[in-house]
């Protein structure tokens, strides 16, 4: 069955570039078009082009200070002590020339993604540019500089009133976006991702529930390093179920980052491309149920650009457009011309094989504490749905 | 750090003559499990916990109670003398004393008079900050001989990275007095070049940063 389903995309998402040796990489988005156009699922009639966000667009999150700042230091105007200030011209976010049009372009790409649906006659869209889940109200960080996930949000409640579920499944605590929304009981926000005790940025703990109307609309699982696929599966597909069921919201919004792999350089997770399959295809049938098919993807995270990224955000674009995963051979043509560019061996095909990925002796461990997490962060929300 | 950084100086307190009564109903008003009882000069003469006042008061089994012992004067079931630390005390200082005196609240007095309150709840705060898990950072261990010079050793390399270091923290390796752990949290999502400057200049990390790339 074909959906209707808008992919939003531009060139210009590969301006996003801090340096040349700077482990966020926009080349991931223009990989996973090309692989989902070698495969014909993607087709031109599909893509639209990211508008630029406004400045009270940004001002719907950010401070305005902040946002002259990230434009000043983009025209290389902004000095050294002022940058570090809003985080701008650290080795995380270095300052690069025009950063506040290409934050902005990242921007203006998710609320084009909003537009298609909630305006537009999208059931899904979906952003691959987006997802910067780490920018805060007056700061750059952890590669992020404009938080366009909090900006879609506020934009959503601002010209629809609709309540947002937010859904994270990047390997870091999506911090940025819960701190907009932590007070608001309209907005339910949901992380799961590797525990701070190690991972940047550090926060995300269960206990983290949300303040003042807010108070239990804030939900986060913190997962043990070393999380394998069949746990992350189990107590991610529980907690998105039971949350859904207890907010019960009106769009859903998912920042998908793809760096809980195995093979990510930045964090502790191992999954394989197991759990890029599940988790598009659990947010999908979840929208059908509570939002009328209305839901919104984003990117994120995700640091081996070359056997992970594409592959797994692919999968979302499949899910949406034809309401399955692909599986098999990936097409030769993509190969051939990635593997020129790629330093490290590519992958064939779209599955990871078992046999790659060896068995962790704390397994059963693991298990055990991520289901805890589980139950401990549910406690109040379950009597609701149960 | 010293005590007049974290005590809190809003003091809630109570005359000796006041009663039982208004002690129970300012724990209530304002969440508070200490009250220290000052005299007209605003001395500490006395202080009385949460479970003084428990104590004291009227067993919610009991019907018919008529509450008259509530009415008694505060001072009747306060602590006294009372242990209080000096403004310019150090904050590790008086955490030995939370624990070897097992109290919860120490007053904070200067000249004999009541300046303000620490208790076992802005300690822990303390720690919090000291810890630097309030920020935003990553976390490396790494386990050195307990001789000189290994801390400059490593924060060399970070200095190299251009990395900001959030807290460090020195600690005992298990019994062996031979080693020790430093704990840095720094201030970057990608610890990823200072990790392996690290590796390469020989320094043994610890989980899970131990495990060179493939994780497995």
């Known amino acids: ?386 | 750090m010293l005590v007049e950084e974290i005590m809190t100086e809003d003091v809630i307190t109570l005359p000796p003559t006041a009663t039982i009564a208004q002690g129970l109903q300012l724990l209530q008003d304002y969440r508070i499990r200490h009250i220290p009882i000052v005299n007209e000069q605003h001395h500490v003469i006395g202080i009385v916990s949460d479970r003084d006042i428990r104590d004291a008061s009227p067993s919610i089994f009991l019907e018919n109670s008529n509450h008259e012992e509530l009415q008694n004067e505060i001072q009747t079931i306060m602590s006294s003398p009372v242990i209080s630390v000096h403004p310019l005390d150090f904050v590790e200082e008086i955490a030995r004393v939370f624990h070897d005196k097992e109290i919860a609240c120490l007053p904070v007095v200067q000249n004999y008079k009541l300046i303000g309150v620490v208790t076992e709840k802005d300690m822990l705060y303390t720690l919090i900050q000291l810890t630097g898990t309030n920020v935003q950072s990553s976390l490396i261990e790494v386990k050195v001989l307990d001789i000189p010079g290994m801390l400059p050793g490593v924060t060399a390399i970070l200095g190299k990275r251009n990395v900001n270091i959030v807290s460090v923290l020195i600690y005992p390796y298990k019994d062996d007095p031979d080693y020790k752990i430093l704990v840095f949290r720094i201030q970057t999502m990608n610890p990823t070049p200072v990790i392996q400057d690290l590796r390469n200049a020989g320094y043994q990390l610890l989980w899970p940063n131990n495990i060179s790339e493939p994780k497995l």
């Open chain 1, 1 to 386: 069955m074909t959906r209707n389903a808008t992919f939003v995309f531009s060139n210009d998402y590969l301006q996003y570039q801090f340096n040349q040796d700077h482990p966020f990489n926009q080349h991931r988005v223009l990989m996973t078009k090309e692989l989902l156009e070698s495969t014909a699922v993607l087709k031109d009639q599909d893509i639209i082009q990211p508008r630029l966000a406004t400045d009270e667009e940004l001002l719907l999150f950010h401070d305005y200070h902040y946002i002259e700042a990230v434009k000043k230091a983009g025209e290389g105007k902004l000095n050294k002590d002022e940058g570090l200030l809003y985080g701008l011209g650290t080795e995380d976010t270095p300052v690069f020339s025009n950063m506040h049009e290409a934050a902005s372009l990242l921007v203006g790409g998710s609320l084009t993604a909003v537009d298609a649906v909630l305006y537009g006659d999208s059931d899904h869209a979906l952003n691959l540019g987006g997802g910067l889940h780490h920018g805060f109200k007056r700061k750059a960080s952890g590669f992020c500089i404009y938080n366009d996930a909090a900006i879609a949000i506020k934009y959503i409640r601002e010209n629809y009133g609709l309540k947002v579920l937010y859904v994270d499944t990047d390997a870091h605590h999506g911090d940025g976006v819960q701190s907009a929304f932590y007070d608001d009981p309209n907005v339910c926000t949901f992380s799961i991702h590797e525990t701070g005790r190690y991972l940047f940025p550090g926060t995300g703990e269960v206990n983290e529930r949300g303040i003042k109307e807010g108070h239990g609309y804030t939900f986060n699982l913190p997962i043990d390093a070393f999380t394998q696929d069949e746990s992350f599966v189990e107590v991610y597909e529980s907690a998105f179920k039971n949350i859904a069921a207890y907010f019960k919201p009106d769009v859903i919004l998912t920042q998908n980052g793809a760096d809980a792999h195995c093979y990510d350089p930045l964090t502790h997770l191992c999954g394989t491309m197991e759990i890029y399959e599940r988790i598009p295809a659990l947010a999908h049938e979840l929208a059908h149920i509570y939002c009328d098919g209305k839901w919104i993807a984003l990117g994120g995270g995700g640091y081996d650009i070359w056997r992970v990224v594409p592959r797994a955000w692919a999968q979302i674009w499949n899910v949406m457009k034809v309401d399955q995963i692909a599986t098999g051979d990936l097409p030769m043509a993509w190969l051939e011309k990635w593997q020129q560019k790629s330093p490290l061996p590519l992958p064939h095909h779209w599955h990871d094989s078992n046999d790659a990925f060896p068995v962790i002796p704390r397994k059963e461990e693991i298990k055990e504490k991520n289901k805890k997490n589980l139950q401990q962060m549910l406690k109040y929300s379950n009597r609701f749905t149960s």
